[in-house]
C-alpha cells in the first residue's frame, strides 16, 4: 500500500447529517487508495457503485468517481466517494482513509492545488472562494466571470500593451546603432499613455467589484430622535435597534446584512450626533462619524420636531447622499438645498416603499457595469496602483534615460502578473487560500 502524505482528503459537503456526503481524494495514492478499498480498476470520470472495505468492516454502499490526472479538478489523480449522509459513516471512511495514510486536507488545498498544477490562475481560485461565499445574483455573477477568467483577462491585456512598450523601449536599448527607426524608446510613449488612461479607469472603478462582493455599506446618521433606528426596524424588518422617545438611546453601531434588489447591502444604524458629555454616548458618536465617512451611501435622517441648519450630521452628507425627511405623519422637514429628499414615516409606514426602490436603484447604478471589473479584492487594488505608478515613472524616464524607462515598466509587469499568480507567488498564497473552506 502506498504510503503517500501528499494524498490528501476531505468532506466537500456541509457537516451534520444529510441525505449524501461527498469525500474528495487528491493526489498520486488516490488509485492505490481506491484499490485498497475494494474500488479498484473503475473506469475514468464514470460513476461506479461499490462496497468499501477497511480492515474487514464494510464503510458503506457508495457511488465512487475516479478523475485520472491530469484531467481533474486539481489537476492530479483524484476521486470521489459519494456516501450516505451519516455521521458513522463518515467517521468509518475518514478512519479507513487515514490508516491507508492518506491525510486530512487544509483549507483551500485543492484548489491551491489547481492553481499549482496551472488549472486556473490565482484570480480564478479567488473566484471559487467568493463562489462559495456568494448570497446574492450579482456576487454569483461576479464569482462566475471571474472563475471564467474576465478579471485574468484584463490584466492579460494590461500586460501585453505593457509588454509592447517594453519591447520597444528594449530595442533601443540593445541595438542603439543598428537600424532600429531613429527614436524608438518614443513611439512607447502613446502605448504607456493609453495604459495608464486604461488603469486609472480600471482604479476609479475599483470600488465596484468590492462592494458587490463585501456588500454596499449604507450608515444612517443624524440627530438624536430623528427616527434612525425606527428606520433601520423597518428596513430590516425586525425589531433589533432599541427605539424609544429619550434622545441618545443608541450607542453602539448596529449593523444587518440586507439583500436589495440582488445586491447584497450592509446597513448600519449609529448614535445620534450631538455634543454630549456622556463617556459612552461620545465613544458611540465617533464610531458614528468614522462609519459615516466609511459609507458608500449615507442616509440623512431628519424629523420636523428639530432644528434646521445646525444639523451636525450635515458635516458628513454628500452631495450623492440622501435625506430622509422622517416623521411626515407630524408634518414636513424642511429639506436642505442640493440634496435629494424622501418623505416617509415609519410610523405609518407612508414612503418605506419609494424608500427600498431609491436604494435599489442607487445600487444598480453603482454597481451594475459593462465590464468586468478589475479589480474584487483590495489585494488587486493595490498591486494596480503599484503598476500605475511604476507606468507613470516609466513615461516620465522615456524622454530622459530609456534605460531606465525599462525598469520601470518590468516592475509594473510585475504588479500586474501578482494579481493573477504568474510571478511572486509563495507570499500570497496564505493570504488567498487561508480564507477557504476546507474540502475546496
Ligand atoms: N461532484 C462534483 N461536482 C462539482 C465539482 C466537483 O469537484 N465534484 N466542482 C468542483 O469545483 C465544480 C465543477 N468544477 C469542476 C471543474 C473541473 C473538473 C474536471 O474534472 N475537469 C477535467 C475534465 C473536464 C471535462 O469533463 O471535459 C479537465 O478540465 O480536464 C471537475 C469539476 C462544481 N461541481
Ligand atoms: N410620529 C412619528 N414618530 C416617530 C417616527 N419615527 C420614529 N418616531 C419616534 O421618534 C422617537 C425616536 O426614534 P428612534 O428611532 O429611537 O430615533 P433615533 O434617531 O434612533 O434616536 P437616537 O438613537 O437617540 O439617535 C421614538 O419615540 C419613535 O417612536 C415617525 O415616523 N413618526
Ligand atoms: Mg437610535
Redesign the pocket.
Known sequence: MTTNADTIFALATPPGRGAIA?IRLSGPGVDATLTALGAGGLTARLASLRTLRHDGETVDQALVLR?PG????TGEDSA?LHLHGGQAVLEAASRALIALDVRPAEPGEFTRRAFQNGRMDLAQAEAVADLIDAETTAQKAQALGQLDGALSAAYAGFRRDLLKALSLVEAEIDFPDEEVPDNLARTAGPVLDQLAADLRAALADSDRGRRVREGYRIVLIGETNAGKSSLFNALTAREAAIVTPIAGTTRDVLDAELMIGGYAVTLSDTAGLRDSEDVVEAEGIRRARLRAQDADLRLWVRAPDQGQGDDPAAAFAQTEDLQILNKADLGAATPVDGLEALSVSTTSGEGLSDLHGWIATRLARDLSGADFPAVTRERHRRRLVEALAAVEAGRRALDLAPEMAGDDLRRAADALARVTGAIGVEDILGEVFSTFCIGK
Open positions: 461527498i478523475f491530469p484531467n481533474s479538478y470521489e
